[in-house]
């Protein structure tokens, strides 16, 4: 059922920082070694991952299915915290999970119908500004196969130039289709800087480099456990 766009939340619903709070933590704690029963991880380009209080930054990554989110959050240090900018109009019709965003945070509403909303480039400017980490999927839909990218959209690089923030770039293979003890793999790129850049240049420039870390996607063979559930299950 479609949610009308008054009713959907603010970009600006949910405070901001480089802290993590308890929930926040508390999720972790107990997510990640979920992720590692459930997934098997295959990283690559651990050296390029910030480590926590080197600084904050802008992660963009291509975008394949629910599990990209959890994969950047299992890679990157709790602090500075993750913020993630995502459409909410199917994340509020699910209570459980949006009261667990709501608790812990991490999140920006980025309703497609408000193009243009000054209430979001405020609010990701003030998160980068008091040292947010902000996580950007500039495809800003699912790409339509493994090892397939849409064009990059250019916001990630607005926000990043003004800010003064690197660009980590982080290609994802596997999460299309999920199943039980599945090989996910994560290529993590050297940082971009992005002094002297312009937005059309940073983007071409952030779109090959993800283009060009992506590794090559087979369809492994062998039983693939709760394959139906696993792929949907947000």
């Given amino acids: 059922?479609?949610?009308?766009?008054?009713?959907?939340?603010?970009?600006?619903?949910?405070?901001?920082?480089?802290?993590?709070?308890?929930?926040?933590?508390?999720?972790?704690?107990?997510?990640?070694?979920?992720?590692?029963?459930?997934?098997k991880f295959d990283i690559r380009g651990r050296e390029n991952i910030p480590v926590s209080g080197g600084?904050?930054?802008?992660?963009?990554?291509?975008?394949?299915?629910?599990?990209?989110?959890f994969a950047l959050l299992y890679l990157f240090p709790v602090e500075p915290r993750l913020h993630f900018l995502a459409d909410p109009t199917i994340l509020i019709t699910r209570k459980f999970q949006w009261w667990l965003v709501r608790s812990t945070g991490g999140y920006v509403p980025v309703?497609?119908?408000?193009?243009?909303?000054?209430?979001?480039?405020?609010?990701?400017?003030?998160?980068?500004?008091?040292?947010?980490a902000v996580a950007i999927f500039p495809e800003a839909n699912y790409g339509p196969a493994e090892g397939q990218l849409l064009p990059f959209h250019k916001g990630f690089a607005h926000f990043a130039i003004k800010a003064g923030v690197p660009v980590i770039p982080v290609a994802l293979s596997g999460t299309k289709d999920l199943w039980f003890r599945k090989r996910i793999g994560v290529v993590v790129g050297p940082?971009?800087?992005?002094?002297?850049?312009d937005p059309a240049a940073l983007t071409e420039l952030a779109f090959q480099r993800v283009q060009g870390m992506l590794p090559a996607y087979a369809e492994p063979a062998g039983r693939k456990l709760l394959r139906r559930t696993l792929t949907h299950l947000f």
Wanted: charged share 20%; with cysteine; hydrophobic share 50%.
């Fill in 1 to 39: 059922m479609a949610v009308a766009g008054a009713a959907l939340p603010a970009a600006d619903l949910l405070p901001v920082g480089p802290r993590a709070n308890i929930p926040y933590r508390l999720v972790r704690l107990l997510g990640i070694p979920l992720l590692r029963l459930c997934f």
């Fill in 55 to 69: 600084g904050n930054f802008i992660v963009i990554a291509n975008h394949l299915n629910w599990l990209d989110e």
């Fill in 111 to 132: 309703v497609r119908e408000r193009r243009g909303d000054k209430a979001l480039f405020r609010h990701v400017d003030r998160c980068l500004e008091l040292g947010g």
């Fill in 191 to 197: 940082a971009i800087p992005t002094s002297g850049q």
